[in-house]
C-alpha cells in the first residue's frame, strides 16, 4: 500500500545534520589558510632570486648589444678618417683634465685613464671640440641615439636619464657614457687596421666601483667587433679597480684592458 502522497527520501540525497557537519569540516581553517600562504612566500623566496637573475642576463644582452652598435659606429668612423679612431683629450698626457705638467706623470696617466667615460667635455674645457672619444660617434651621426652609450644594468650616478636632455643641449655640461673608450691599442697605435683583431677596444666602465654595470664581469668589444663576456670570478678585478680614484701607484685600469686584450673572435 502507498503512502499518503509523499515520495520518500532517498538516502543517498539526504541533507541532514550529517551533510552539513561534513560540509563544515570541509572548509578552510585559519591555520590551513597561513601554512597556504607561509608555502607561497617559501616558493617566491625561491622564485625571485632566479628572476633577478634572469632581468640580469637580458640587462647584458642589451648591453652587448650596444657594444656591437658602438663597434659599428666606431669602424665607419675609421673607414671615413685614413683608418683613425676618434680621438679623445684623454690620450694627451697635456690634457687640461690630466692635472697639468705638475702632477706626477702616473697620476696624470691615472686621470687621463679614469676619465674615458666622457663623451662630452663641455666648452668650458675645450670649447673647440666639446666631443670627445665615443661622443664623436654621436655628434657626427654615426649613432644619433644616445640610449646606445647607456647600460640597462648601471647603477651609479651616471644613467641615461641624467643626460639624455644634454644630448640636445649640451651647452658647457659634462656628459658620461657608462662605457670606457681606450682609444688606442696598446703600443699607442690609434689607425684601426693596424690594431690586431683582439685587441679590446671598449668595455663597460673601470674608473671605480660606482662606475660598474654588472656583479660578475665586465662586456668587452674587439677590435674585430665581437663582443665578449670578461667573467670576473670573485670579484677580484672589480676590487682592484674600486680604488681608482684613489691610486697613483698603480696603473690598474691599464692593466685591465692587457687582460681584455685576446677576447675578440679573430684573437689567435
Known amino acids: 500500500m502507498r503512502g499518503s502522497g509523499?515520495?520518500?527520501?532517498?538516502?543517498?540525497?539526504?541533507?541532514?545534520?550529517?551533510?552539513?557537519?561534513?560540509?563544515s569540516r570541509r572548509a578552510f581553517s585559519l591555520i590551513d589558510m597561513l601554512v597556504s600562504l607561509a608555502i607561497v612566500a617559501l616558493l617566491m623566496g625561491i622564485l625571485l632570486p632566479s628572476l633577478g637573475r634572469v632581468r640580469e642576463i637580458a640587462r647584458q644582452a642589451v648591453c652587448?648589444?650596444?657594444?656591437?652598435?658602438?663597434?659599428?659606429?666606431?669602424?665607419?668612423?675609421?673607414?671615413?678618417?685614413?683608418?683613425?679612431?676618434?680621438?679623445?683629450?684623454f690620450l694627451d698626457p697635456e690634457s687640461p683634465y690630466s692635472g697639468g705638467r705638475s702632477a706626477d706623470i702616473q697620476q696624470r696617466r691615472m686621470i687621463l685613464l679614469r676619465f674615458r667615460t666622457i663623451t662630452h667635455v663641455g666648452q668650458g674645457r675645450e670649447s673647440a671640440a666639446p666631443w670627445d672619444g665615443l661622443g664623436k660617434l654621436f655628434a657626427?651621426?654615426?649613432?644619433?641615439a644616445s640610449a646606445v652609450f647607456y647600460c640597462p644594468s648601471h647603477r651609479g650616478s651616471h644613467p641615461l636619464d641624467r643626460y639624455a636632455d644634454r644630448f640636445v643641449l649640451a651647452g658647457s655640461?659634462?656628459?658620461?657614457?657608462?662605457?670606457?673608450?681606450?682609444?688606442?691599442?696598446?703600443d699607442?697605435?690609434?689607425?684601426?687596421?693596424?690594431l690586431d683583431s683582439g685587441v679590446a677596444l671598449v668595455a663597460d666602465a673601470l674608473a671605480g666601483e660606482e662606475y660598474f654595470n654588472?656583479?660578475?664581469?665586465?662586456?668587452v668589444l674587439s677590435v674585430d667587433g665581437s663582443v665578449s663576456w670578461f667573467a670576473?670570478?670573485?670579484?677580484s678585478l672589480a676590487t682592484r679597480l674600486a680604488d681608482t680614484e684613489t691610486a697613483t701607484d698603480d696603473?690598474?685600469?691599464?692593466?685591465?684592458?692587457?687582460?681584455f686584450d685576446g677576447q675578440g673572435l679573430g684573437a689567435p
Open 6 to 23: 509523499g515520495l520518500r527520501s532517498s538516502p543517498g540525497c539526504s541533507t541532514g545534520p550529517r551533510q552539513g557537519a561534513a560540509l
Open 64 to 89: 652587448a648589444s650596444n657594444d656591437r652598435q658602438i663597434g659599428l659606429g666606431i669602424h665607419m668612423f675609421a673607414d671615413e678618417n685614413k683608418s683613425f679612431l676618434p680621438s679623445s683629450l
Open 140 to 144: 657626427d651621426q654615426y649613432l644619433p
Open 173 to 186: 655640461n659634462e656628459i658620461y657614457s657608462n662605457y670606457q673608450y681606450r682609444g688606442q691599442g696598446p
Open 188 to 194: 699607442g697605435q690609434r689607425r684601426l687596421h693596424m
Open 214 to 219: 654588472h656583479a660578475e664581469g665586465f662586456n
Open 232 to 235: 670576473d670570478a670573485g670579484g
Open 251 to 259: 696603473n690598474s685600469v691599464g692593466l685591465t684592458w692587457g687582460r
